[in-house]
């Protein structure tokens, strides 16, 4: 067997097993906030575009996907990121990929040089995925504390020189799972700075980049800096989207990466070993979903219901915040993120994530510890329900 296999840490969920196995939870029904899984209805007209399209079963797909798919994709990608039309080229800038988190896995097998001794860099707490990825790849994870008087982002300047200089891939989330937190368009302008410097590649996770609260202002991501700084070649720098969140479809298996054309092309060729292509019907079934607006604003409207009223009912009792994106809270909590999960368990039957699962500690400091992640995944009434729960838990204490 490989090696490297034994350097990867149990998964987060796996932890929490363990963590609540002996715990008898209290006469209630079970209320997830742990798993980050979009509960929405998917979008009809999607599942109708997938199902009348099923005689494409009989079809093998390519790697590159339909031209009218990476369309569709360079397309939205133009609208939303204020990205000059025409600029991203549907055949060189665009790939489909099988939701991202088989392509953050892959695109770091593709793109780290093992023969470097090279890092790669990514936020702590971060998605478990940068880690593994980075493990498997032959490359070293470098993480970077996300903590609160830095606005859940980790601190770039903080960063020496020489650990720039071995960066091989930045990552970053943004809105960020699980702080929530978004990467200024100033912060991203100077990373891209970095990159030219020191001849790194930002893959910049932004599945979450469609739950925001203000209609009127969808946040920036790597695309709008690269926008604003006239670099229409997006050089070093390659965005991952995904319909799992943006259109409540995690089943559908459905994103795709945008940017450097160089990068792309080496990724490309490792996809086509790696055989990973779309299903030409969930190709079909994706070109419906990016062309559509109003249901990811339906979405959004339903998110916002229940950070407003959840927040109303914990920030009380509790030091939290509403994030900038996605549909996670970060809470400070009282005692031990352990303590407070396994109680919270056993007196209310309401499943959260420690956030030591989710960080890593580094010189004795781990950015989660103390804090929990909550998912808002679930219906109003069961959010509403849950968040009843955890304020007579924190009553209690
Ligand atoms: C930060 C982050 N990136 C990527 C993913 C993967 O999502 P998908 O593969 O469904 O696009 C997730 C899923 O929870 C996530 O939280």
């Not at 399209?53 to 009218?68: D, F, H, K, R």
């Not at 609208?79 to 988190?101: C, E, M, S």
């Not at 006239?230 to 940017?259: E, I, Q, T, W, Y």
Request: glycine fraction near 6%; aromatic fraction near 10%; charged fraction near 20%.
């Amino acid at each position: 067997m490989n090696d490297a296999l034994s350097l990867l840490q149990p998964y987060p969920f796996e932890k929490l097993r363990g963590l609540l196995a002996d715990v008898q939870p209290a006469d209630k029904p079970r209320i997830a906030l742990s798993i980050g899984e979009p509960k929405h209805p998917a979008p009809q007209f999607v599942a109708d575009a997938l199902s009348t399209n099923l005689q494409q079963l009989s079809v093998y797909p390519t790697t590159q996907g339909i031209p009218a798919l990476r369309e569709a994709m360079a397309a939205w990608c133009e609208r939303r990121f204020g990205v000059p039309a025409g600029a991203l080229d549907p055949a060189r800038h665009v790939l489909p990929v099988n939701g991202t988190r088989e392509a953050l896995f892959a695109f770091t097998q593709a793109v780290v040089d093992r023969s470097a001794d090279g890092l790669v860099l990514s936020p702590n707490p971060f998605y478990q995925i940068y880690e593994g990825a980075a493990l498997l790849a032959g490359a070293t994870p470098h993480y970077l504390p996300c903590r609160a008087e830095n606005g859940f982002n980790p601190d770039f300047e903080a960063v020496p020189a020489q650990v720039w200089a071995r960066c091989q891939i930045l990552f970053l989330c943004s809105p960020g799972n699980p702080t929530g937190a978004l990467v200024p368009l100033e912060t991203l302008k100077k990373l891209i700075r970095l990159a030219d410097e020191y001849d790194f590649v930002i893959a910049a996770d932004e599945c979450y980049s469609e739950l925001y609260f203000d209609e009127g202002n969808p946040p920036p991501g790597l695309l709008t800096a690269c926008a604003a700084l006239g670099r229409l070649d997006f050089r070093r720098c390659v965005v991952f989207h995904s319909l799992s969140k943006r259109s409540n479809l995690p089943g559908l298996r459905s994103g795709f990466v945008a940017g450097d054309a160089e990068v792309l092309k080496g990724f490309l060729h490792y996809r086509t070993y790696h055989g990973c292509a779309m299903p030409v019907q969930t190709q079909l079934a994706s070109i419906a979903a990016w062309n559509d607006e109003a249901h990811v604003s339906a979405n959004r409207e339903l998110y916002r219901a229940k950070f407003d009223a959840v927040l109303d009912i914990l920030q009380p009792v509790l030091d939290v915040q509403r994030p900038d994106g996605g549909f996670y809270l970060w809470p400070r909590t009282p005692v031990d993120d352990l303590r407070f999960t396994r109680e919270l368990f056993a007196q209310e039957h309401v499943a959260v994530v420690p956030g030591s699962y989710l960080s890593r500690e580094i010189d004795g400091f781990s950015p989660g510890a103390g804090r929990v992640r909550m998912a808002l995944v679930a219906p109003l009434a069961e959010c509403v329900e849950a968040a009843g729960r955890i304020r007579a838990y924190l009553e209690r204490l």
